[in-house]
């Protein structure tokens, strides 16, 4: 089982920043992908940010320019850096992690998620 703790939202006039963390614990594979969804009310969860353990990294056209995904593999942690924010940028952030085992079969899970408003 893996364990995922999101932190770091709140509350941001447009235009300011946060960093959101995610710290993922128990049986961590080597090879896996770490992404950031975000689920605003009313709408469906969408992707905003992926990163690989190899640190091939994906973004929403929406988020291009303005946030990072970066990880730290040591620490089994994935980072969000939100600038530039948008009151559209509201949402709860939630954090995944993909693995798969050695027979093919893909796990994922999911954090808490965190709580990210932007007021304008």
């Known amino acids: 089982q893996v364990q995922l703790v999101e932190s770091g939202g709140g509350l941001v006039q447009a235009g300011g920043s946060l960093r959101l963390s995610c710290a993922a614990s128990g049986s961590i594979f080597n090879i896996n992908t770490m992404t950031w969804y975000r689920q605003a009310p009313g709408k469906q969860r969408e992707l905003v940010a992926a990163?690989?353990?190899?640190?091939?990294?994906n973004y929403a056209d929406s988020v291009k320019g303005r946030f990072t995904i970066s990880r730290d593999n040591a620490k089994n942690t994935v980072y969000l850096q939100m600038n530039s924010l948008k009151p559209e940028d509201t949402a709860v952030y939630y954090c995944?992690?993909?693995?798969?085992?050695?027979?093919?079969?893909?796990?994922?899970?999911w954090g808490q998620g965190t709580q990210v408003t932007v007021s304008s």
């Open positions: 995944n992690l993909q693995q798969r085992t050695v027979w093919g079969i893909t796990h994922n899970y």
């Open positions: 990163v690989t353990s190899a640190g091939s990294i």
